[in-house]
Every structure is written in structure tokens, then in C-alpha cells.
């Protein structure tokens, strides 16, 4: 399949008062259809998973729908980790984060380790794609030393900042305290911290109590 003919289930697709909404809201794209997930899952299943269709997507880079059908159609056991490093150098924004964590990077056998990589980054963009993975993978049966290191690290990075990084080390560590036993790991880093504030560590040693 060429990129004409998938620009063309775009424009058949193409839904003018979503993409108007999200202009609206900053969505910084230069040519955006609007389309929404099950639009863009129902063109992806039309397209024969390939890296030279994911590479030629990403590529095109000036249109949002490109870039969020290439990691749905780029076949994860052909993706190496150069490409994963590639492409989350040039992530543009969270949403396309959000897509190549859950359809791509989420689905590589080294997820953890590009997690453990991309959360310590001072890249904001790339240590919430970090987060956002960790939050993907994460399971209550998960390696404790991988969880423990990550969690560590998003304590430091969510209390001490305020960006997008912060905000998805937040979410990680809201996702593991919702499981028994990496929730009990992430107290235990909790109560150990003496830097970060009291109330905001009782105000997630809540959430965990509160599950469990």
C-alpha cells in the first residue's frame, strides 16, 4: 500500500468538527483530519504491518494521523532498539507518545530497558514517553528491582517538577500504587524519601490503602 493511498481513507474519513476542536485547544499539527481511534485502527487493519509504510509514516511528519498509524502498522519484531531511539528523539508531542507506547514500544521484548533508559533523560518529551512505557508494561508481578529503580526516580521527578515528565512519573506512580505488591514497593520508597513534602507522600500512600 502507498502513502497516497492512505492519505486517501484520510480524507474519506475525515472529520472536520474533531479537528477543528483540537486546533482550538493547541494541537500543534500542520495537517490534522481529526480522526479518531477506531477510524484509525479500522485503516490500520487495511495496512499490511511493514517497516518501509511505518518509516514512510513517520516521515510524514506535518500530518497527525502519519505519525499515529506508524507505530500501529510498524511490525514489533522488526523493530530494533536503534529505531525505538530514533523515533522517540523526534516524537513531536504527547499524543504521539501515547500511541508508540501502547501499539509499538510497549510490545518490544526490551521495553524495560528502554524505559529504564528514556525516565532519567532530562529530554521532557522522552522521559514521559519513559513513564508512559513503564506505565504500560507495569504489572503487580513486574521484576521489583526494575520497579523499585523507576519508581525511585519518578518520586524525585514528580515532586521536584512541573512539565509533561512529571506529570507521567505521577501517573506511574498512581498505576503501581493501585496493585498490592508494587504498591507496597512504591510506599516503602515513599515513607524512605526524607526530602519530598509529608502531605504529598501520605496523599499517595492514600491512594494505595484506599485500593488495598
Not at 34 to 48: C, D, H, N, R, V
Not at 154 to 167: G, L, T
Request: charge should be negative.
Amino acid at each position: 500500500m502507498q502513502l497516497k493511498e492512505i492519505k486517501r481513507m484520510y480524507r474519506l474519513y475525515m472529520n472536520g468538527i474533531v479537528s477543528s476542536s483540537m486546533r482550538e485547544k493547541g494541537a500543534g499539527y500542520r495537517v490534522n483530519f481529526g480522526l479518531t481511534l477506531p477510524l484509525l485502527t479500522k485503516i490500520a487493519e487495511q495496512i499490511p504491518p511493514s517497516v518501509a509504510i511505518a518509516e514512510e509514516l513517520w516521515n510524514d511528519c506535518g500530518v497527525r494521523e502519519s505519525m499515529l498509524l506508524a507505530p500501529m502498522v510498524f511490525p514489533a519484531e522488526l523493530c530494533q532498539p536503534a529505531d525505538a531511539q530514533r523515533w522517540v528523539t523526534s516524537i513531536p508531542n504527547v499524543e504521539v507518545s501515547d500511541f508508540c507506547c501502547k501499539f509499538l514500544f510497549s510490545r518490544l521484548p526490551y521495553a524495560t530497558s528502554l524505559a529504564t533508559q528514556w525516565t532519567v533523560t532530562p529530554q521532557k518529551i522522552v522521559a514521559y514517553t519513559g513513564f508512559r512505557l513503564a506505565c504500560a508494561i507495569l504489572s503487580d508481578d513486574v521484576d521489583s528491582e526494575w520497579l523499585s529503580y523507576i519508581a525511585d526516580n519518578a518520586i524525585i521527578k514528580a515532586y521536584n517538577n512541573d512539565n509533561i515528565s512529571s506529570s507521567s512519573a505521577r501517573n506511574f506512580l498512581i498505576e503501581a500504587l493501585l496493585l498490592p505488591h508494587a504498591g507496597s514497593i512504591v510506599v516503602k520508597l515513599l515513607q524512605e524519601n526524607v526530602v519530598i513534602d509529608n502531605k504529598w507522600r501520605e496523599n499517595l500512600i492514600a491512594i494505595y490503602n484506599e485500593e488495598c
